[in-house]
Each structure stands twice: as structure tokens, then as C-alpha cells.
């Protein structure tokens, strides 16, 4: 890894060249947040996509409707009270 006078090898200092951007990407998508009317993530394992779809849309409306602080989790809660399996809770 180090030559003889202190320095990094070339195939060292090309791993890292090349490894950097890969660090700076995983990094930059640690930061990314949602957005307030993104839906949660829910099973959708035996579940009509169109139905999804409709479903999605009428609880987004739901919130985009409801313009008070408690309706933090109103898509999530739409969604679980129309029987979906919540996997990743959002807006």
C-alpha cells in the first residue's frame, strides 16, 4: 500500500479515486427526505394495482384537504384503514 518514500501505491490511490464517488452518492441518499404528500409503502402482495392506485390517491386527497398539524400520518392511516399492510410509514 506504501512505497518506499511515504507515498500510496498507484493501485491504492486508483481504488480510491474510483471508491469516492460511490461514498459521496451513499451519503447524498442518507439526506434525501420525503416529500409531505408521498404515500407509505405498503405489501402489495395480492392487491389490484388499480385499486392501489385509487386508494393512494383518495388519501392523498384526504391530506391535501386537511390543512391542521395532527394530520402528520393521514396517508398512512388512510391506507391502513383500507386494510393495507404498512411497511414504511410516511406523510
Known amino acids: 500500500m506504501i512505497d518506499t518514500r511515504g507515498r500510496l501505491k498507484q493501485t491504492t490511490r486508483s481504488f480510491i479515486r474510483k471508491l469516492t464517488p460511490l461514498i459521496l452518492l451513499s451519503l447524498a441518499s442518507c ?31 384526504k391530506k ?9 400520518t393521514l396517508i398512512t392511516d388512510c391506507m391502513r384503514d ?8 410516511k406523510g
Not at 420525503?34 to 395480492?46: A, I, Q, S, Y
Not at 392506485?53 to 392523498?60: A, E, N, P
Open 64 to 72: 391535501r384537504d386537511a390543512s391542521f398539524i395532527g394530520a402528520a
Open 31 to 61: 439526506a434525501v427526505t420525503h416529500d409531505r404528500l408521498e404515500g407509505p409503502v405498503v405489501d402489495l402482495t395480492g392487491v389490484d394495482p388499480a385499486k392501489h392506485y385509487r386508494d393512494m390517491s383518495d388519501c392523498t386527497q
Open 82 to 89: 383500507r386494510g393495507y399492510a404498512i411497511i414504511t410509514p
